[in-house]
């Protein structure tokens, strides 16, 4: 049973950053693509970022971009998502997903795992 479990989500005012961690379980981390999306109140899911397997790879979504960074450590399989200088526009739920390739992926159709989703606040 793969399992992923975020943390690191909290109230925080603009400009400031906040570090998001996903830990998984269950199957091979190191063989799967990993990725962040966030759903704001009212909006839908929308995409984040993505890691290929091995890292090399991320992707970003337009709005984050020299603002988010997006790390995996296959040793500890864990993934992370830097967020600096946050805005009130980032404020939502954000979950890891784990993906069903090892490409890196911006479609959450590509991804079949999912966790609990952090709440990331931002005050103005």
């Known amino acids: 049973q793969v399992q992923l479990v975020e943390s690191g989500g909290g109230l925080v005012q603009a400009g400031d950053s906040l570090r998001l961690s996903c830990v998984a379980s269950g199957r091979t981390f190191s063989s799967y693509a990993m990725g962040w999306f966030r759903q704001a109140p009212g909006k839908e899911r929308e995409f984040v970022s993505a890691?290929?397997?091995?890292?090399?790879?991320?992707r970003y979504a337009d709005s984050v971009k020299e603002r988010f960074t997006i790390s995996r450590d296959n040793a500890k399989n864990t993934v992370t998502l830097q967020m600096n200088n946050l805005k009130p526009e980032d404020t939502a739920v954000y979950y890891c997903a784990g993906g069903v390739s090892r490409l890196a992926q911006t479609d959450g159709t590509q991804f079949a795992y999912w966790g609990q989703g952090t709440l990331v606040t931002i005050s103005e």
């Open positions: 890691i290929s397997w091995s890292g090399i790879t991320t």
